[in-house]
Each structure stands twice: as structure tokens, then as C-alpha cells.
DNA sequence: GCAAGGTC
């Protein structure tokens, strides 16, 4: 009998590996807080036992802890150690492999994993020549039996590969990052961090902040017109016009005419083809689509994992293996809340799945692996394995098919176009739908001669918009595609530019501090600010794979940069820290005291943030932050009271200035709708929750109650008049005036009463004949919503413009089969 | 109190 110890990766691999090996006769028994499992083959005893990834990490020998007793610059070719961070594994390892004949590596199939293996046989100091290495890319029984029957030798230079990963990003790290905070005077736990990863990614978000503004809006024009019995739209084929007179020309040349002539008309089929399977960054930017970002994806994701719902969430491969059965999936999927949309697909002759460009070894790509129900798994966690699994089923279902077409229209001599769109057979967008924006768009069948009535033609002027910023989507998806991080480590970068206060905001706007050091980066950073380096890092670790390059070489020459880098930036400091520091008090100066003449900052506290005067406890002024908003200082002063504005941005409405105090009369006639209705003796004003949600509420909070949601989106005027039937205070939300009570009796009749008009008639009363009543909104709405096609016309081309030059939609990179 | 990479 031969005895053999299994190190896997996590303990997943370690159970699927012995129940497939042992079929099914595993096992497992737990000491110390380590799982190993045992089984016996008949000719082999074996042991198996998990590793939870990396259990060494590297790092600087103790005597180099403290910041300032080192120079940075002598870090560059300190000594770095490995240290064990999981005693209970390696023992456990050591233990088992003292009367082991052979010890195999089964860690992922990949560079870290090769390293993950290596570095803790090595640490438990075994005999390396009993050592071998299992390689599979998937936990299936035939990848499985296949890597277990032939074992091959661990591949040092591969190990290696990573190895010099880690030296000189550490390296790097450790070294700027002392550096720069030294120099920032920001140590302690408001140390400022550089790295190969985080330093470019946040200055993808300073360079598109950049862009922002220096951003110049340009005008154009669009000549929109509404043709036939659809009234379906079309625009004259120039598009976007830059020159007015050009615009206007067109304009007066068509704006009269009635009829138009058919010149060309084509219609065709159009396949649209099935996304392809989801790979870590896809899934994590369709979450952050419904409302789930990266950190919180990953988090639900390795729940379900654990759960055995879903397939491995860290994978960078968007084909399925062939040793994966669709069908067995399908057939898991019969019971669960989607049983309908599996065993229609079960009825399908065959099965071929969608694929997409990136196929690797590690790991398949994410699929539901049980069945599962909203009544068993619920909020996000339910949403998120719902999106996995539609995914899933989109990928084995047949292509869609659309009917477009394009027509021409003469217009006076002029060429207007227009497109048609129209769904026919839903495929795969039966099942993904529900996270597409359908956008069907019908014009009648015509040929060339027709005559189409011209419903009316308008001139609609709009300005260019600067670029998007970005979010947390697609943030990760630009990394992956300049290859900055991993599909493991992505969301966590992101997570480190928020803590260090680098960014903020939903759509991630980086702050004063965060421009300072990029910008630094960028002068005296030798490089550690661009994609490039990990690019070079990537080259320099294939030469020590194939063999070109040694471990030692690539490390030396990284760390001979480094040590010019570092020396500049000492050289330096003074000037570079004082850029930073600048910036970091720019961030936090909030204006001075009005009552001692210090200067005024933002502090933090238990319950919240708020600004504070620096001349405390002497004096106590103090005002609130806004609350569930994102805040910047400026230079500029209330006209009414003199102290500090701040920039307030909220969701749905423009960003805008406002003075610190609440109590300000600037603030007051902004945020007080009018009196209480309940109480009669408190104000109703606008307020906002911690999560930004804005409601009305009674200034007499709490011995008044009194509450009223608010729309959310748009900016709300205090009229000054209370609703004549329940007393709650009128507001103006652009073009609407209503009584911000949802409930008010008589918005309930005038809501009745507008839809049997419209019913009946088919004519939308309009607002000219809306008496000045209070509760006659609903009607205005109504008829609002007619008036401003125009309006909203407008709107759709400015945002088409934009997105033409930054965004592609992301499912238009489909499968390739 | 440093990085980035694994995994929980």
C-alpha cells in the first residue's frame, strides 16, 4: 500500500476530488480546525486536505516595520520573507506527509496556483522528489481521473512566474507607498497607497475626470420629423448638424410640407445571436446593471457557491467544457422557479451552447449547479441566481430573430431615414429579457413611390455631453480589458480606492487627494501609474515560464528601476508632499470660522461626519453634512450669509450649492414647503434619509410625525400654498404643480375623472384648460407628457451622441460560433 | 499602518 497526500486549492476540490476518486467512499475528519479526507483505492491510501489559496504571504522582516526608522529607499533590496499565515494547514500538511510515498499538487490548473502548491510543500520542508502535480480545468469526473492517471512533475518555472509577481509588487508597493505618505505627512491609518494595480486604475478615473472638465459643449441640430398613420420617426440623414444655418435651411425647406415620397425601402431578417456564458467580469457588470455592485456580487456569488447553487464565481472562461452536460443542468433546473423555461429548452433536439472568445483552464464558466426557488433563497442573493441562471438558459437557447427596415423618404429634396425594428422570434430574449431594453420600433411596409403623409417636422437643437463617467461596471470591465488585476481581485481594488478616499460616488469621481497622487505618480512614478507595467510584468513573467529569464533577473532589474524611482522621489519630497498636502486640505477645508477665526474641516464621528471648527473645544460651531449625498468643497461663499458653499450631488437631480448652515435663509427657502397640515404649528420641509432618499417631514420631528414621500427625481420649488382639499403644501417639479400629498382625496377623483376622458374621447384635456386648482395635477401630467415629445426627442439624440463615442452595448460582443 | 494574489 502506497500512502498519498492531495493539496488542493479550497475545500471544494478537495471533497469533489475524493468522492470521484473514491467513488463516493470518502471519509473526512476534522482536528484543529482542518478538514482532510480520507479514502483508500485498494492499492492507495490517501489523504486530502484543503489549502484556503494562498497560506504563506510575503512580506518584510519585523526590524523593518516602523515607517520612519528605515529610508524607503533601503526597502528596495531589504530581504522579503515568506511567513505562514494558516499554522493549522501547514501542520496538518507537515503531519500527513512525513509517511507519505507521494504528495500531489492539485491547486487550480493556473500561475497563482502553481505557486499556491509549491510554496507550502516547500514550507513543510518535504522531500521534493516525491512531489507531483495533478492538472485538470474542471472538477469533473473525466478531468479529474484523467490528471490523477497522469501526474506530471510541479513546474518550477511557473511557480516562479509568480513568484516575481509578488517580489516586485511588493517591492513597488511597500516602497511608494512609504514614500508618498511620508512625504504627505499621512501616516497611521491615512497612509496613502500606490500599487501596479490601483494606481492605474484610479487614474483612469482622473484622466476621465479630466475629460470631463475641460469637457466644451458644442450645439447641433437634428431635423426630426413623424410620418404616415404610425407616425413613426425619422431623421434627415445629415444627423447631428453642427452649422445652424445648415440646420435651419433644411428646416425651412420641409417644415411646411405634407407628403413625402418613398426613395428607397429594404427590409431583411437579422439574427441576433446568444451572449456568450458568463465569465467573472460579466457577471459582475450585469449585477452592477440590476443594482448589485462587484463587492456585493462576489460576496452573494461565493455564497451560492458554497451553497452548491452555482458553479465557481472566479473564472475567466466563457466556453463549457465538453465534459459539462447541458442537459443535466436543464434537467436541475426542473425543479426550480424556472421549470417552464428548462424543460422548454429540454425540448430542443440539440443542444449547443453559445461560446465566447476567452477560453482558459481554470475553471468552467458560471452555471447554476441546483435548482432553487425565491421562497428558499431571497433578496439579493435571489436576484443574482436568477440572473445566473436566465444567463444560463439564454446561453442553450436558439438565436433571436428581428425584421428590420430602412426606409428613405424625399422630403422636398431633402432625405430623411428612418429605421424599423421589430422582433420575431424572441430566442434567447425569452429567457434574458427581463435585463434588455426592448426598443421595438414599427414603420409600415412600403415600396419605392409611395406617398407618406408628413405628420410634422421639427428642428431640435441639443449640445454635445461629455463622456460618461464611470461606474463600478464598467470600471471593472475597462481593467479587464487593459488586464489590471484579476477576476479575483478587481472588486477588491475598487473597494481600496473608496477607503483611502480616492473616489467617490456612485459614478466614481476622484477626489483632490486622488488627483494629487496621480498626478505625482504620474511625474515621478516611473511608470507605476500605467497599464504598461503589469504589461511588463506579464512579458517578464512568460521569459521565466519559458525558460529565457531567471526569477532572480527579472526581480533585480525591476528593483534597480525602483531604486532610481525612489531615490528621485526623496530627493523630491518636499515638493511632492507639498502638492499632496495641498490637495488633502483643499478636500477637507470647509471655510472659517465666523465665531474664533479658525478654519473650519470635516471631522468624523461615530454617528456620521460633520463640519467642525479646528478651534475646539474652545469653540463649539458645528454644522451637519448633508445626509446620503456626495459632497465637495469649493471656494465660493453664501450671498446670504457669508459662510462656505458646498457642492451637494445627489441622485436625479443636478449637483448644487449650498451653504453649510440648514438654518440659512438660502437653504430655508429651498427646503420649506409650508406649514404642517397635522400639527398646524410645524414647517414641512424638504429632508433627505442616510441613503439619500428625499421625503417631506414635519419640522416638529418627533412630537409631529407627519410624512410625505417625495418624487424622486427632479428639482421640487416650494410654491407657497397649501392644497386647498387637505392642507399639504404645493410644489413645482418642472412643468408640474401638485400637492406633495400621494394620498390627497382629491388627486384620487382628478385621476378617475382624466382616465375616462382620455377614455372616451381619446383627447387629452389640455393644461391651458386645467383651472389653477390644486389637485388638477394628474391632468396636467397627463397632457404634459403629450406636449413635450419634442422635449424628450431631444433627449434621446444627446444621449445617443454620447454613448456613440463611449459606450458599446455590452451584449454586442456575442458568441462566435 | 505598506502590494496583489489566492480563498472563507
Known sequence: MMKKLIITEKANAARRIATILSDGKSHSASAGGVTSLTFSTGTDDYNVVSLRGHIMELDY???????????????????????????????????????????????????????????????????????????????????????????????????????????????????????????????????????????????????????????????????????????????????????????????????????????????????????????????????????????????????????????????????????????????????????????????????????????????????????????????????????????????????????????????????????????????????????????????????????????????????????????????IQEMDRLQLGTKSTRHDIIGKLFSRNYVQGNYLIPTASGIALTKALEHHGGGITEPEMTAKLERDMLSITDGERSLESVVKESQDMLRDVAVKIDSESVAIGDEIKAALKKQQFVGMCPSCGNSMTIKKSKNGNFIGCNGYPECNRAYPLPKGALVQMTDSVCPVCGLAQIKVIRKGVPPSLQCIDPKCKSNTDKNDLGPCPTCKKGTIRIMYSKAGRRFAGCSEWPACTQTYPLRPRGTIVPVGESCTECGAPVVQIGSIKECINMDCPLRKKRKQTAETETENTGIVPSAASSDDRVGRVVTVVVSDRKRSSKKTAKKTSASKTRSKKTEKPALETADNE
Open 61 to 475: 522582516p519585523e526590524e523593518y516595520g516602523d515607517w520612519r526608522a528605515t529610508s524607503p529607499v533601503d526597502l528596495v533590496n531589504a530581504p522579503q520573507i515568506k511567513t505562514v499565515r494558516v499554522k493549522s494547514i501547514l501542520s496538518k500538511i507537515i503531519e500527513l506527509s512525513r509517511d507519505a510515498d507521494e504528495i500531489i499538487i492539485a491547486t487550480d490548473y493556473d500561475r497563482e496556483g502553481e505557486l499556491i502548491g509549491m510554496e507550502t510543500v516547500k514550507a513543510a520542508g518535504v522531500d521534493m522528489t516525491k512531489v507531483k502535480r495533478a492538472k485538470f480545468s474542471a472538477l469533473t469526473k473525466g478531468e479529474i481521473e484523467n490528471a490523477f492517471g497522469n501526474l506530471v512533475e510541479p513546474d518550477e518555472r511557473l511557480a516562479n512566474a509568480a513568484e516575481a509577481r509578488q517580489v516586485v509588487d511588493l517591492s513597488w508597493g511597500a516602497v511608494l507607498t512609504r514614500l508618498i505618505s511620508l512625504s504627505a505627512g499621512q501616516v497611521g491609518k491615512n497612509f496613502m497607497s500606490v500599487g501596479r494595480v490601483q494606481s492605474p486604475t484610479l487614474k483612469l478615473l482622473v484622466d476621465k475626470n479630466e475629460e470631463i472638465e475641460n469637457f466644451v459643449p458644442q450645439s447641433y441640430w437634428e431635423i426630426n420629423g413623424r410620418f404616415g398613420m404610425l407616425a413613426f420617426k425619422g431623421q434627415h440623414e445629415k444627423g447631428q448638424i453642427f452649422d445652424k444655418d445648415v440646420a435651419d435651411e433644411i428646416f425651412g425647406k420641409t417644415k411646411d410640407v405634407k407628403e413625402a415620397t418613398v426613395s428607397s425601402y429594404e427590409k431583411g431578417i437579422k439574427e441576433e445571436y446568444r451572449p456568450p456564458p458568463f465569465d467573472t467580469t460579466m457577471m459582475q457588470v450585469e449585477a452592477n446593471k440590476i443594482g448589485i455592485p462587484p463587492s456585493a456580487a462576489m460576496k452573494l456569488a461565493e455564497d451560492l457557491y458554497t451553497g452548491g447553487y452555482i458553479s465557481y464565481p472566479r473564472t475567466e472562461n466563457t466556453e463549457y467544457p465538453r465534459s459539462l452536460s447541458l442537459r443535466g443542468v436543464l434537467e436541475r433546473l426542473k425543479d426550480s422557479d424556472f421549470s417552464e423555461e428548462a424543460s422548454e429548452l429540454l425540448k430542443q433536439e440539440k443542444i449547443s451552447p453559445s461560446r465566447g472568445k476567452r477560453r482558459t483552464t481554470d475553471h468552467p464558466p458560471i452555471y447554476p449547479t441546483a435548482g432553487a426557488t425565491s421562497a428558499k433563497i431571497k433578496g439579493d442573493k435571489w436576484k443574482l441566481y436568477e440572473l445566473i441562471v436566465r444567463r444560463f438558459l439564454a446561453t442553450v437557447a436558439p438565436n433571436a430573430v428581428a425584421e428590420v427596415s430602412e426606409v428613405k423618404l424625399d422630403v422636398a429634396g431633402e432625405t430623411f431615414k428612418a429605421d424599423g425594428y421589430v422582433q420575431k422570434e424572441k430566442g434567447w430574449k425569452k429567457y434574458y429579457g427581463k435585463y434588455l431594453r426592448a426598443a421595438e420600433s414599427r414603420i409600415p411596409d412600403m415600396k419605392v413611390g409611395d406617398k407618406v403623409d408628413v405628420r410634422g417636422i421639427t428642428n431640435d437643437e441639443s449640445q454635445t455631453k461629455p463622456p460618461y463617467r464611470y461606474n463600478q461596471g464598467s470600471l
